[in-house]
């Protein structure tokens, strides 16, 4: 218990998260009881969770290296798109007897496709030096483009019935796509903390030229950052489909701001090199329990977007106080003079 | 004095951007023309200006911002509930006179944008994402208020129709007739106002110093708050006019409409040359960014594409022209040894 | 001096968080005098300035302008009193006009509203006029070399009736024909009414101009002195408070096979023509004044400014450093100029700076990276640079300068480089520091490494050096031998070397910030 407390004090976002966290689950459970707690409530909550978590994962992988990544919900529409037009029948003629391998097909275009959306979104930002905000604002409206080219901008249904059982589908209690989050969370989590590539993701976003004057291949960095995000866009590309049985351009456009909240909220910095994502986790589960209440009180999706919008900006500015006295490294000013008298004289 | 400040304007270098910009317009002007022989007509130029005007002046209020150093994704969102909610307003108190409408929606445009500017300034928030915020708030805030009705036709104040059916002039052919619409005048009214505030008054001249450089402006003794006022209110009032142009020029008053087309403004500004980095930015490179996307927005069917490949060329452009840009700044930072992030 | 004086600040005193940054200091300034302001990084000097502009206010203490008593200035109360302050980054905006960043304060406190463009020329055009320096009007600020940005700053303190101007290290980034121009522009300005007080922190070119010196300590002023009162030891002597003398090194290695050759290094616009070896045990000097194209050369050996010609050579193989990992596989190490925003991941724990070049050596069998080897290899880095927090979970920015440096220069040490580049390693950091970090220096070159040395401070050189290359103007002007660094009156022989090149030729140096010409000459101050 002692550990626990020690762990929890020393990241100060972690213990707010999860005092908050448990607090709001609290609250809710005495007001709504079992219509929110219910196996059947936990389980369609995890569903809904792991389709936009792949998403918001996404999002946080960007701003670890300074960026921000405008494109994770076209990039995963463009996938979607693509993998439903593989197994629409439209293309390759389904049969009851390469139904698995069109399934297989379908899996591996939609990761392909992630792949290549991040990666150019890493070109364009590590070779070409654009801001991300920029690079991924102009690669947001082009894949939202290909993807309406392509399709006309109707929707595609899927023709292949066994696929959809994966959105249905349990390991024990826990639905399946909610493993692949859970799973895809420790991996992810696993790379950032516990491997050189990791390490230089949190280097790279806390200052990018010492990165390089350390000799370290920072290009690669960002590139290998946005490949990671693109395939995690083609993970949400392919729960989306398999929940939706179908995919159009401009599936899940509110998800965008909600990815950049729950980011926030689990108190990474937009400017780059601060975030864990077991706090994007707990934020995540947070911000789905919130969603789902709002739901059973019967909220319209507008009165949810002024709960959304009034959590970031209150979360943000919030972050702006706590921060007030932590030391920023981007100012690259020396510390001020007052500030060195203090810190000599604190070290005498 | 006026002679010499339009030689000055004219004689002006353009910058880099706005001849690549020129160019681009240029092939893509040829190619449609040689394809469709109606393309190249007064027809078309009017019909652009009708579908574009609405998005320039958004774009113009984005360059300020922009310019300050700032990011507002919520002037489409301004722009519905100052539109909206004036609406509402004149219907409710049986004014129908289109100046009241439009001082209603400007006014309340700019107390938006005011809520923008203090939350920006005192929470020293990232401006995209406080303003992500505050779009939603304010959207969600009206439609929870008003309600989320639309209006046909028959409910749209009589001014409002006469006002988006209005053309300054009208060119009748055998079997039909077009005109150049009311807000043409108005747009250039807007581009000329924005000029003159940018570079004819002190505050404009403030706007590029704090984009520059906000703490070299504030030991000058610039008020930074008040800059910042100026800037989101006046994006703020752009929209709410903006917001009135397009429920007249639909004839259809829709609240749910026009949020979520914020982010291709800013790429027709960005295009047009300004950087996020504050204090770079011209109205003429902007008025260009502006009129390529209309271009594809409004013309491909001249090439026999459907509007679904809209977004695929404009989206394609955009990222080549970014890629151009910062490609060129790259090399000349390596150059120069300089060595920041972006 | 009879006169009254322009500025008197009698018994100021003021303290931050119960720390006493200023303890009641005393300071004249007549009309027409040329003041340094001399002390070390957190002296107290800024803190100074600061309450004489306004920024700050005393906690006690009075100030009097030309003889009348301010009582709680603020910045706008300052200026209109005639107080300007120049700090170091000139606060210029670099994407408005010239023209306009003259004019743009003195409209400004007009109350204008709207811009006169006949009225700011003619503003702008009266300053330059009166400093005697032709500028174009129209070119945006950040085409402009240093210097003349410096120019646009003063006239732009003149156009506020400036009587004092302060100036914050003017002249670390001239060259010393700018430095030149800059003080007769200032000497003129003087004979004229005009005061100035120079805040400095080494002996530099200012202390010549200067009528008396003031030198602050620990937020105390030590007292005035007159400049030929003063030299190089007897100042560091008052701004420190003790004597300083550093151990020469000397090389005792044998092996003269060189580890690094550079031959005819070019760079247009940057260096020409560099030619120099380093051997085993060399602390190479390398000197000259800002502009000479020292910096430029150390980040063509480390890969990140690629040369136009010539060769480099490790070991008598030719290499290519086409990038800092290329340079690194080669043994090539590279202490920055500046250690926060180029050495330093200032947030970060001083285990994770100090592992930063060297994760393949703390990842463990499977490849992850192991938290105890990261200690255990931060633990050494901290013991050998003597690092005063040994707590290597410190984030880096809560650290000293000194402490953060030897992070800096810890973060290399245990890849063993064969040659060493250290770019002005003791800039801003304290005399105890400095010391550690010299004596370490030399350890390394004991144990074999060859160590190229890059700095502005004559004494620094001669006490660390064993060979000596000056550069001017991007190439080698003056060379000195291991016999010449012995033989007595080295020192001065260097800094003339420094001060008067050989070579006199125009600089050719590219102004490192304009940062493309092309784009910035489409004057960006235009209308629309």
Known sequence: ?348 | MMRNVTTRVLNRKMTPMEKFLLAIMAIYIVIVASQSPKFFSLETAFDLARNGSGAMILALGCLIVLISGGLDVSFTAIAIVGGYSSVLLSRALGVDNLLFIVAGAVIIGALLGSINAVIIHFFQLSTLIATLGTASVFHGAMVILLGSKTFTRADVPQSMLDFGAFSIFTIKEENSQYGLTIFFPIVIAVGVLTWFLLYRTMIGRSVFAVGSDPESASRIGINILRTRLFVYMYVGALSGLMGIIYFSGLAYINPAALVGTELGVIAAVVIGGAKLTGGEGTILGTVLGVVLWQLFQNTLVHLGLSSSFNDLFFGAVLVFMLGFIYLRQRQANKRALVFTSN | MTESPILSARGLAKSFGGVQALHGIDFEVGVGEIRCLAGENGSGKSTFVKIISGVNTADHGTITIAGEEMTSMNPREASAAGIQVIYQDLSLFGHLSVAENIAINRMMHDGSRFVNRTTMREIAQQQLTRVGVDLPLDAPVSSLSVANKQIVAICRALSMDARILFMDEPTTALTGREVQRLLSIIIDLKDRGLSTVFISHKLDEVFEVADSITIFRDGAKVGDFAASDLDELSLSRHMTGRDVTYNRYVREQTDDAPILEVAGLSRKGNYENVDFSIRPGDIVGLTGLLGSGRTELALSLFGLNKPDSGTIAMRGKQVDVSAPWVAMKHGIALLPEDRLSQGLFPAQSVAVNASATMLDRIVNKIGMLSRPLEKALADTIVRELQVNNRDTSTPVIHLSGGNQQKVAIGKWIKRNPSIFILDSPTVGIDIGSKSEIYEQIHRLAESGMGVLFISDEPEEIVANCNRVVVMHAGAVDARFTEDDVAAAGFKEQLIHAISAPRHGGDVVIADATAIDAESQSKGLNNDA
Do not use: C
């Open chain 1, 1 to 348: 218990m002692n550990k626990v407390f020690k762990f929890l004090g020393r990241d100060r976002d972690l213990s707010i998260l999860g005092f908050v966290t448990t607090a709001v689950i609290v609250v809710l459970y005495l007001m709504l009881g079992s219509r929110l707690f219910s196996i059947g409530g936990l389980q369609s909550m995890s569903i809904q969770v792991s389709e936009f978590g792949f998403l918001a994962l996404a999002m946080g992988l960007a701003m670890l290296v300074a960026g921000i990544d405008l494109s994770v919900v076209a990039a995963a529409g463009l996938s979607g798109v693509m993998a439903a037009l593989t197994m629409s029948g439209e293309f390759i003629p389904i049969t009851p007897e390469n139904e698995t391998q069109i399934i297989i097909l379908g899996v591996v275009v939609a990761l392909t496709t992630g792949l290549l959306t991040g990666l150019l979104n890493g070109f364009i930002i590590a070779k070409l030096s654009v801001p991300p905000i920029l690079a991924t604002l102009g690669t947001m409206i082009l894949y939202t483009g290909i993807g309406t080219a392509i399709t006309s901008g109707s929707s595609i249904s899927l023709k292949v019935p066994s696929f959809a059982k994966l959105a249905t589908s349990t390991v024990g209690p826990l639905p399946m796509v909610f493993v692949m989050l859970l799973a895809t969370f420790i991996i992810v989590s696993l790379i950032l903390t516990r491997t050189r590539f990791g390490r230089k993701v949190y280097l790279f976003g806390e200052n990018e030229v010492a990165v390089r004057f350390s000799g370290i291949k920072s290009e690669r960095v960002i590139l290998m950052t946005y490949a990671i995000i693109g395939i995690l866009v083609g993970l949400a590309a392919i729960v989306i489909i398999a929940r939706a049985n179908s995919m159009r351009v401009g599936f899940g456009e509110s998800y965008l701001l909600q990815a950049i909240l729950v980011v926030v909220l689990a108190g990474f910095n937009p400017l780059g090199g601060k975030g864990r994502v077991l706090n994007l986790g707990i934020a995540l589960v947070l911000l789905q329990v919130i969603s789902t209440s709002m739901t059973a009180f019967a909220f319209s999706p507008y009165a949810k977007n002024i709960v959304w919008g009034g959590i970031l900006i209150a979360v943000m500015g919030m972050n702006h106080y706590l921060r007030a006295g932590a030391p920023r490294a981007r100012r690259q000013e020396p510390p001020s003079e007052t500030v060195a008298i203090a810190l000599e004289q604190s070290r005498r």
